[in-house]
């Protein structure tokens, strides 16, 4: 049974960056899709972005172009960088392995989930 661990969360001030890291162990991730979700405090898990087994990369909206996701298979490792944070991306992060080897928008296509990190970013 793989296990996800996240770290790099923390506190930053709008406009600083943080690394997110995702480290697997008990179980490969390289063959798989790997996915970063958030949740804020009385919403939903969204999608945040992902990566594909094959290095194709995936983001929502709100994310595209400030988020970067990417994978050292010989770490066993995904990592999120994320770049000019907002206020409105305090949440807590999980990573997530999906069922196949793409990346999807839907937590159920995802069997194996982090405990999540926190992310606050103050104005």
């Known amino acids: 049974q793989v296990q996800l661990v996240e770290s790099g969360g923390g506190l930053v001030q709008a406009g600083g960056s943080l690394r997110l890291a995702c480290a697997a162990s008990g179980g490969a991730i390289g063959s798989y899709g790997m996915g970063w979700f958030r949740q804020a405090p009385g919403k939903e898990r969204e999608f945040v972005g992902g990566i594909a087994s094959g290095g194709a990369t995936m983001y929502a909206d709100s994310v595209k172009g400030r988020f970067i996701a990417s994978r050292d298979n010989a770490k066993n490792t995904v990592y999120l960088q994320m770049n000019s944070l907002k206020p409105e991306d305090t949440a807590t992060y999980f990573c997530?392995?999906?069922?196949?080897?793409?990346?999807?928008?839907?937590?159920?296509?995802?069997?194996?989930w982090g405990q999540g990190t926190q992310v606050t970013v103050s104005s």
């Open positions: 997530a392995r999906a069922e196949a080897e793409l990346v999807y928008f839907s937590p159920p296509a995802y069997t194996a």
